[in-house]
């Protein structure tokens, strides 16, 4: 069974940093492509940042220059450093992987911006 784990999230004041990470294991094929999309209350759940095996990025224009989003392949953990945070990006971060044809997704973690 794939799990996903995402650690990082946490409370921090706004201009501050954090940094996501999220695991994968369970299956013995490595993700395609791994991702972090956030939902904020009462929104939709939004594209992050999202990271292919073989590195190529993309990024939301809302974090873009502000988020970078890694991997380690050999781990299957990506991670995502959150830097010049703003109240708006308070929300539940979730991690995302594809693996095979498949959509495997994390239970997410809760990142607040304090103004």
């Known amino acids: 069974q794939v799990q996903l784990a995402e650690s990082g999230g946490g409370l921090v004041q706004s201009g501050g940093s954090l940094r996501l990470s999220c695991a994968t294991s369970?299956?013995?094929?490595?993700?395609?492509?791994m991702g972090w999309y956030r939902q904020a209350p009462g929104k939709q759940r939004e594209l992050v940042a999202t990271?292919?095996?073989?590195?190529?990025?993309n990024y939301s224009d809302a974090v873009r220059g502000r988020f970078t989003i890694s991997t380690d392949n050999a781990k299957n953990t990506v991670y995502l450093q959150m830097n010049s945070l703003k109240p708006e990006d308070t929300a539940v971060y979730y991690c995302?992987?594809?693996?095979?044809?498949?959509?495997?997704w994390g239970q997410g973690t809760q990142v607040t911006v304090s103004s």
């Open positions: 995302n992987a594809i693996i095979v044809h498949y959509d495997y």
């Open positions: 369970g299956s013995i094929f490595s993700p395609k492509a």
């Open positions: 990271i292919t095996r073989s590195g190529n990025t």
